[in-house]
């Protein structure tokens, strides 16, 4: 009976899941929105995400899903995205929670807010590049942000994707200005 057991589990396929999150910069102002992506890969499909711990710290101004199955080999994976679009409610380092889809949890990621009066320094033009993740492995997905900060205004600029040997290089939405 035991060894039956012990057979029936070895080819019971198991309900388990991954659930990511990331964000499209990892430091912005009170008035600057943001994108936070959470994807849940899962073998059955995917309940809907517990938003509600963003909502203390963060104003929810949009949101978009994305459901992709896939069935193969008697298989079935699922993956969903779903798209926010956050504005802070608070300055400080904050700390997007643990999200829950279904049984499944997110990590928590760090996302930095300045008083806009803050951000712009004495220097009168100014480059950020924010790396996200800081640890950046073999073959893995990095978010490289820039930001162009200036003062006075610039009679022109333009910002490029960086030409890295032996590194793919994708821009991810559409450059935006803001004005402080």
Same mark, same amino acid.
């Given at each position: 009976m035991r060894n039956a057991l012990l057979t029936l589990l070895a080819f019971t396929p198991l309900a388990f899941g991954e659930v990511d999150v990331t964000t499209n910069r990892g430091e912005g102002t009170l008035q600057q929105t943001f994108q936070l992506t959470l994807e849940a890969r899962q073998n059955s499909p995917a309940a809907v995400p517990d938003f509600s711990v963003l909502e203390t710290k963060f104003q929810i101004i949009d949101r978009k899903q994305l459901s992709l199955s896939d069935f193969k080999s008697g298989t079935s994976r699922y993956q969903s995205r779903w798209i926010l679009t956050l504005r802070p409610r608070q300055t400080?380092?904050? %700390? *997007?929670p643990s999200i829950l889809v279904g049984t499944e949890r997110s990590l928590p990621v760090r996302y930095n807010v300045q008083d806009p009066q803050e951000t712009v320094s004495q220097d009168r033009v100014r480059l950020e590049l924010t790396l996200t993740p800081e640890e950046v492995y073999v073959?893995?997905?990095s978010t /490289?942000? %820039?930001r162009l900060l200036y003062r006075d205004p610039l009679l022109?600029?333009? /910002?490029?994707?960086?030409? *890295?040997s032996n590194v793919w290089v994708q821009r991810i939405g559409e450059q935006t200005s803001f004005q402080v």
């Open positions: 400080g380092s904050l %700390v *997007i073959n893995a997905a /490289l942000a %820039v022109s600029a333009e /910002l490029t994707e960086p030409a *890295i």
